[in-house]
């Protein structure tokens, strides 16, 4: 056990499981970087370095670089996934689903289903998400929601490097199709990361911390905040339980019902899109399932339906904040 | 050539012939559901290919899919059950015409979207190259699919990866009404070319040419000389769909083909096909392949549709 930031577990989950599997392998733009040129070989291990060293430890065969053509890659990891490999494709950014989503949204999540249970398509398609950069428009997007709505899609968001490690070499062991979703702010974030390989599963939500009076759930980076937020309001005697749901598919539908059976009281924080988001997908189970045992309405923190801004004092807006969920948390908590 | 081949390829032509020709019939009858394209007229490319294939070389094919399917040894009856949406069908009902797939035969699927199959066959050929045998994997795919993005990017990943890769378009003419010559830009060879594959021209409507031309380009593709590109002419007899009344085609297009090219009727007149096979054994397949296909069509009319137990697995493996 030591300290790992999300980067070196989200490393290390992939170098055990292409030790363990020869089926593993890494395709994507710029995972190793300076493939054909003259410069260094495996000069950038992806964007964010996630995946240094691994071109020097296994080699160009199982670290491909790819030209700049989602559509092509993302293709070519879906169908050597259905002839039997175990494709690690990194889309680099969420947002950039939205170049090849054809072969996410009508090829990956639907060949099992219109081949009868033929096919199995064991493919983890990693990507960043999330704001906090400035990074704009189109590389803050935190698109789970999308994914989440396509029948064949399991869909994993970590909220740190624990999480991400264990939840990453289980995602490449499933046999589904799981889109792999890294908080770009984390990568840098420490936790205490077992060496030895273990795997979390999917679709099991994790109690980050346990109070009889608030249930609040979210997912990746905000859970964070609402752990953060939860220390605040402790000090004026709210007791919170953060539920980590891990994934948003499948999702853990008893451990929210449960946790609003003992609490009565919903807030759900997440940073996608709050229309046909994940957000109101959570609240309609509430109400769906849980309707009875609620003492106020549910409150949702999500950012605005807009586009995410650039200008630094407008994303700060954007993003849900600490002071948000505290006020959430109160409303909910103070509600008759 | 083997008398068994022979014997073989028209076999097989024939089979894809009275399989299209019989669905023509029954849907117009009203007894077949969903969307329906039929490759009646195409049958010497897809013979002519995938007899040099083996159950462990991939195809990955198109919305016309019935003939690959068929030539990449897809069970007849398996089939036809999935057109006709039931239980014993291929893919469970669940697929359908634009579905077909058998991956234990290397058929890793039809395919709804117009280039959607490509990318995928770039994935097959990726997995044979990662392992290190000499499979290969084979894009079927049409005119209307070199203008898809998905085309022209997995041409550029084949290349610079140097995948054991075929691209095999067939040109019939038109993408659904728009005719080929019409639709896409510049010349087909200069832009597979551009990309680096080497290209080859090939008329489909005779499946010596395209039996001999491919088993070079496949030979040279099994030893790592990396991906090749084929523009077969073909021509599709019936519509983009059934029930299309196909008026953006010349009138008695289809029939002067028909009488001027077709396939099986080239096979028969081939001058290396009179000095190996008589017109009486070629006469006996006719006859078996009716008689095969009218099975075909009795169990798939007698089959069980699937029920509600059915509409929701094969989502996942495991949820």
Redesign the interface.
């Known amino acids: 056990m030591s300290e790992k930031s999300l980067r070196e577990a989200i490393n290390e989950a992939l170098r055990l499981e292409m030790q363990r599997d020869a089926k593993v392998?890494l395709?994507g733009e710029d995972i190793a970087g300076g493939t054909g040129g003259e410069g260094e070989e495996d000069a950038w291990g992806g964007v964010m370095g996630v995946t240094k060293g691994l071109f020097g430890e296994f080699g160009g065969?199982?670290v491909?670089d790819?030209?700049i053509?989602e559509?092509?890659?993302?293709?070519?990891?879906?169908?050597?996934?259905?002839?039997?490999?175990r494709?690690v494709a990194e889309l680099m950014f969420c947002d950039f689903a939205g170049v090849c989503f054809?072969?996410i949204m009508?090829?990956a999540a639907k060949?099992?289903?219109?081949?009868?249970?033929?096919?199995?398509v064991p493919l983890v398609i990693r990507m960043q998400c999330g704001g906090g950069f400035n990074a704009a428009a189109q590389h803050s997007q935190t698109l789970h929601a999308l994914f989440t709505h396509i029948?064949?899609l399991?869909v994993v968001m970590p909220s740190n490097a624990y999480e991400a490690k264990g939840l990453l070499i289980e995602s490449i062991r499933?046999?589904?199709p799981v889109m792999f979703m890294e908080h770009k702010y984390m990568y840098d974030d420490k936790w205490e990361v077992p060496d030895e390989s273990y795997t979390i599963p999917l679709?099991e939500a994790n109690y980050s911390r346990d109070g009889e009076d608030v249930t609040v759930c979210a997912l990746g980076r905000m859970v964070n905040l609402c752990n953060q937020a939860a220390d605040e309001l402790k000090g004026e005697g709210i007791d919170c339980t953060v539920i980590d749901l891990r994934c948003t598919s499948?999702l853990d539908e008893i451990s929210i019902c449960e946790s609003i059976e003992e609490t009565g009281r919903l807030v759900v924080v997440d940073e996608g899109y709050p229309r046909c988001g994940f957000a109101t997908d959570v609240a309609a189970l509430a109400a769906e399932k849980a309707l009875r045992s609620l003492k106020a309405p549910v409150k949702l923190v999500t950012p605005p339906h807009t586009t995410i801004p650039f200008a630094p004092t407008l994303e700060e807006l954007y993003i849900p904040s600490i002071d948000r969920i505290m006020t959430a948390i109160q409303e909910v908590y103070h509600s008759k | 050539m083997k008398r068994e081949l022979l014997l073989e390829a028209y076999r097989q032509m024939r089979l894809i012939r009275e399989f299209e020709d019989r669905i023509h019939i029954n849907n117009a009858k009203g007894e077949v559901p969903g969307f329906i394209h039929l490759s009646a007229g195409q049958e010497a490319s897809a013979v002519g290919i995938c007899m040099h294939l083996t159950d462990d070389d991939y195809i990955s094919s198109t919305h016309r899919g019935h003939g690959h399917s068929l030539a990449k040894g897809c069970d007849v009856i398996a089939m036809m059950d999935e057109i006709y949406a039931k239980k014993t069908g291929l893919c469970g009902g669940k697929g359908g015409s634009m579905h077909m797939a058998d991956i234990s035969k290397g058929m890793i699927g039809a395919n709804g979207i117009v280039g959607g199959g490509v990318p995928l066959a770039a994935g097959a050929a990726l997995k044979c190259k990662v392992l290190g045998n000499d499979r290969v994997s084979v894009a079927f795919f049409g005119d209307g699919a070199l203008n898809e993005g998905a085309t022209m990017e997995t041409m550029n990943l084949a290349k610079v990866l140097n995948l054991p890769m075929i691209f095999a378009m067939e040109d019939n003419g038109y993408g659904e009404a728009t005719p080929s010559t019409w639709a896409i830009g510049g010349n087909v060879l200069e832009r597979a070319g551009g990309f680096g594959l080497s290209t080859h021209r090939i008329n489909g409507h005779d499946f010596y040419e395209v039996y001999e031309a491919f088993g070079k380009i496949v030979e040279e593709v099994r030893s790592g000389r990396g991906p090749a590109f084929m523009h077969i002419s073909v021509y599709r007899y019936y519509g983009h769909f059934e029930g299309d009344s196909s008026t953006y085609r010349p009138e008695g297009e289809a029939d002067r083909i028909r009488n001027e090219r077709d396939c099986l009727m080239l096979f028969r007149n081939h001058p290396v096909t009179g000095q190996i096979l008589s017109a009486g054994e070629l006469d006996q397949i006719d006859a078996e392949i009716i008689d095969l296909l009218d099975k075909a069509i009795e169990h798939a009319e007698g089959a069980p549709a699937p029920t509600e137990a059915d509409l929701t697995t094969d989502v996942y493996v495991t949820y």
């Not at chain 1, 559509?71 to 490999?85: N, P, R």
């Open positions: 392998f395709i065969h199982r491909i790819t030209p053509s559509t092509a890659y993302i293709g070519a990891a879906v169908g050597a996934a259905v002839t039997g490999m494709p054809d072969q009508n090829q060949l099992r289903y219109m081949l009868g249970g033929q096919a199995k029948p064949g399991k499933d046999d589904d679709g499948p």
